[in-house]
């Protein structure tokens, strides 16, 4: 008997070391187990006590009087399936008439105390469909990136709080905002973005007006960078030129005629032929307030100058195969008139830790208040966590494995290759010393360790 109770007890203590320390281990051997139990045990009282259940049909009443029978109970949305995945389960429900997917939304929070999950997301998949994403531990407490498929400029940058990747896809959300606080990960953040993308065919431009700090050890593969006010309005203006450019290329190419096929003409480069094709490129603005401000006429006709072109390039670069990242602690209109009018045009948002609110209102005010809420409760020990989203008001969290600049800079040079030389850009390509060796580091696949 004593050698059956301590056999226990040395079990239960290793399941729950498993669980602190490996909890995707624990989740898949017991957890998985567990959650769907409870949740199939509890779901009937926990949709009525969550207000997620409608009345018995009138049909059913008829039967109960006619029959002298019991009244039936409130129905509950019907279970279609539950799926276990590596970091929780997924429940899909099909909703009872008069039910809206908002309620379940809006019943989140008392969802995941009552099914002890983690964290609970609601969306609808379909008319009448519902689909609870539930996740069995913080996924983002110590982040592991699971395998993620690349495209054409569409690369993996952070993992969400549902388990999922999130992507960063030019294509589809062709200019974004990065806004974060020192010490917030925000610099992780755009490492990530460029190592993810140096291994793809497009042009890496850099304006970074810290005298180049972040971006100058990638330099291998940037086609053009610039580390001051005077340089990146010369640079600028340059990209504006070849956005000119490509354009006249594309109006040469659309061959609107009556003998061409519809699926033949283009309105911007992906439609052009493969050997007229230009490169594309994304443009990555480090610490944005460095080029709005200033402190002499001078100075403030060379800050009209950027703004008015970063404007033209996110409203018109899109079809040019132009892409623009701005990274920046604060951007608001106390930067400047055309501030504004150029965040209008970014239509991704990622928001890191902020100091103020406000900060918070400059990413997401104009999206959605809870993506507010949600940024200043970001905590200062979880480096990397971010909120992102877009102008259609949906935002996630999520979290950016750690990225060191040495396996940045490492990713970059095993590239070098691939840097296109740009005749328009040719005055502001760095100028570097032969390499040596390029080798490949491991991929990042954890999130920055919390500060002491």
Known sequence: MTETLIFVLVLVAGVLVL?????AWYWTAFGIVFAVTRVLLRYRPVME???LTVGPARWRLALARATRQDMPGPRSPRILRVRPTRTGLVLRLKMRPGQDAFD?????????????????VSREIRSGVVELAMTGFD??????MPAAERGTLRVPVALRDDGTVHYRDYRQVPHALNLGATQSGKSVYQRRLVAELAAQDVALVGIDCKQGVELAPLARRFSALADNPDDAAELL????????????IIRAEQRISADVPDAETTADIWGLPE???????VLLVDEVAELALFTTKEEEKRRDRIITA?????????AAGIYVEVCGQRFGSELGKGITM????????????????????????????DAVLATIQIPEDRPGTAIAGDSSGGWVRTRTPFTSLRQAVAACNAHADRTPELAELAPFRPVLPPLKSAKLPAPATESAPAPA
């Open 19 to 23: 669980r602190w320390l490996r909890p």
């Open 49 to 51: 006590a969550c207000g």
């Open 104 to 120: 379940f939304s809006a019943s989140a929070d008392r969802l995941r105390h009552s099914f002890g999950m983690h964290g609970v």
């Open 139 to 144: 996924v983002l407490r110590k982040v592991q």
């Open 237 to 248: 203006d340059a990209l504006v030129e070849r956005m000119a450019d490509i354009y006249r």
């Open 275 to 281: 050997h007229l094709r230009p490169v594309p490129i």
């Open 310 to 318: 970063l404007v033209r390039l996110a409203q018109l670069g899109r």
């Open 342 to 369: 150029l965040r209008a045009q970014l239509t991704g948002r990622t928001a890191h830790r902020v100091n103020d609110e406000a900060s918070a209102k400059m990413a997401f005010g104009d999206i959605s208040p």
